[in-house]
T-cell receptor, first 112, second 114 residues
Framework: KQEVTQIPAALSVPEGENLVLNCSFTDSAIYNLQWFRQDPGKGLTSLLLIQSSQREQTSGRLNASLDKSSGRSTLYIAASQPGDSATYLCALSGAGSYQLTFGKGTKLSVIP | ETGVTQSPTHLIKTRGQQVTLRCSSQSGHNTVSWYQQALGQGPQFIFQYYREEENGRGNFPPRFSGLQFPNYSSELNVNALELDDSALYLC?????????????FGSGTRLTVV
């Protein structure tokens, strides 16, 4: 059974800092990995999708990497802004299944 | 291109009642999944529908059931509501099992059972 862990559970940084969020998983037989953002009480907004054959994806100030052999993904946020404050979730779909398995998320606070 | 829309946004029900939540998938998407997110937790997979058939189910009891319609919209029904069913219910759609383009989520329905 796939298990997804996100550390830390919460992170507070001053505006302008670069930061890294971590996601680890136990089963490397994944189809793809997706990073989401969730504002309080709201739905999920997709940030980046990495297919199993890829190693990284970039969108603006965001960069996500995937290392299947070590069971890890990172989300790098450059030059953080107060508007980046949210919970960030990583989710994986396994080979042969399109069910997403989520971590519990990292709650990010960017302090002005 | 419209996204995933869910209704209602909020709902309060009494323990033992039944509830129906609705979801319209993103244009061009034929696969719909439902997730339950308790406070402070990641979403948990309930089930998935592809071409009107359930083709995957998580660890939820049979009182959680669903439907998918020919236009690919979907319903989640929960019978005999329990207090622990209070959660944010999320609907997600994708363009099918052969498409690795990820899922698009709706804004969710907040269900409170009292």
């Amino acid at each position: 059974k796939q298990e997804v862990t996100q550390i830390p559970a919460a992170l507070s940084v001053p505006e302008g800092e670069n930061l890294v969020l971590n996601c680890s998983f136990t089963d490397s037989a994944i189809y793809n990995l997706q990073w989401f953002r969730q504002d309080p009480g709201k739905g999920l907004t997709s940030l980046l999708l990495i297919q199993s054959s890829q190693r990284e994806q970039t969108s603006g100030r965001l960069n996500a990497s995937l290392d299947k052999s070590s069971g890890r993904s990172t989300l790098y946020i450059a030059a953080s802004q107060p508007g980046d404050s949210a919970t960030y979730l990583c989710a994986l779909s396994g080979a042969g299944s399109y069910q997403l398995t989520f971590g519990k998320g990292t709650k990010l606070s960017v302090i002005p | 291109e419209t996204g995933v829309t869910q209704s209602p946004t909020h709902l309060i029900k009494t323990r033992g009642q039944q509830v129906t939540l609705r979801c319209s998938s993103q244009s061009g998407h034929n696969t719909v999944s439902w997730y339950q997110q308790a406070l402070g937790q990641g979403p948990q997979f309930i089930f998935q529908y592809y071409r009107e058939e359930e083709n995957g189910r998580g660890n939820f009891p049979p009182r959680f059931s669903g439907l998918q319609f020919p236009n690919y919209s979907s319903e989640l029904n929960v019978n005999a509501l329990e207090l622990d069913d209070s959660a944010l219910y999320l609907c997600a759609s994708t363009s099918g099992p052969s498409e690795p383009y990820g899922y698009t989520f709706g804004s969710g329905t907040r269900l409170t059972v009292v």
